[in-house]
């Protein structure tokens, strides 16, 4: 099994920045990719950005420049700096990580972007 816990979500104003971490306990079990997907109210869940264990990084095209995806792997956690924030951006924020077998997700942390 592994356990994601994610922090940074919040309120903040339109051309804000937030960031937001995913720290994992992955018991031994090594772990592929790690990623933030969101789910806006009425919407489809959608990949945000993923790293993979050799660093190879995916934007979505709507965050692309504005957002950044980094990992300290001595910490086993990822990070998502999120800047000039958009109130389309607002949406619950999943971290997920892939293993060889399995993908696991975080209980999720809410980013509200007021106008």
């Known amino acids: 099994q592994v356990q994601l816990g994610e922090a940074g979500g919040g309120l903040v104003q339109a051309g804000g920045a937030l960031r937001l971490s995913c720290a994992a306990a992955a018991n031994g079990i090594r772990i592929e990719n790690k990623g933030w997907d969101r789910q806006a109210p009425g919407k489809q869940r959608e990949m945000v950005a993923v790293i993979t264990s050799g660093g190879r990084i995916t934007y979505a095209d709507s965050v692309k420049g504005r957002f950044t995806i980094s990992r300290d792997s001595a910490k086993n956690t990822v990070y998502l700096q999120m800047s000039s924030l958009k109130p389309e951006d607002t949406a619950v924020y999943y971290c997920?990580?892939?293993?060889?077998?399995?993908?696991?997700w975080g209980q999720g942390t809410q980013v509200t972007v007021s106008s």
């Open positions: 997920n990580a892939d293993t060889l077998f399995n993908t696991y």
